[in-house]
């Protein structure tokens, strides 16, 4: 595997400079100019330091495709798709790498929600409501939205969506990454 190739390649998909990632991984300009040149094999403690400033994880830097190809439709069937107890969530998209949003369409039935924990993941979530009424937690806030309503929100704060309504309620939304 020609590591110094797949650094380049993913520090330029990144948009990073040479002393940009040097400065995020803590780590020298020269030292990166010479493993991209394959003239030095980073130490595993030397690559983690620089993993983290994309940041991104071995395994992901490892399995990221570098094809410069980039897809631009994807199809129906080529969409993960995600089932828990009354909530069906679709995500567009998840197989383009190096992306920075997440495009998710989400279908709860009556009753259901994401579960009695909040969650929190620290990004940020825009959504809109297409089809039902729903409820949002936020922070412990509570807020009812119907069909029209949108909602943006940082989801480093403890959140939840419930469907308290009597018909499905749809909701389509996107999360940075």
Avoid: C, W
């Avoid at 130490?43 to 994309?54: E, R």
């Avoid at 495709?65 to 897809?71: K, M, P, S």
């Avoid at 998710?104 to 409501?129: C, F, H, I, K, M």
């Amino acid at each position: 595997m020609d590591l110094g190739y797949r650094l380049k390649k993913i520090r330029r998909r990144q948009g990073l400079s040479l002393e940009e990632l040097a400065m995020r991984g803590g780590v020298s300009k020269n030292l990166l100019v010479r493993i991209e040149a394959n003239s030095v094999s980073p130490s595993y403690t030397s690559l983690l330091q620089i993993l983290k400033g994309f940041p991104i994880d071995v395994g992901d830097f490892f399995n990221a495709e570098l094809d410069d190809t980039h897809q631009v439709v994807f199809r129906g069937d080529q969409q993960a798709k995600l089932k828990s107890t009354g909530v069906a969530i679709t995500l567009h998209g998840h197989i383009m790498p190096g992306r920075h949003i997440s495009m998710v369409q989400e279908t709860y039935l009556p009753g259901a929600d994401t579960g009695e924990n909040l969650l929190r993941y620290g990004r940020e979530e825009v959504g809109l409501v297409m089809e039902g009424e729903i409820e949002l937690t936020v922070d412990h806030l509570i807020h009812h939205l119907v069909a029209g309503d949108s909602y943006y929100f940082s989801t480093h704060l403890p959140h939840r969506f419930r469907n308290l309504g009597k018909v499905a309620a749809k909701v389509v939304s996107a999360n940075s990454m």
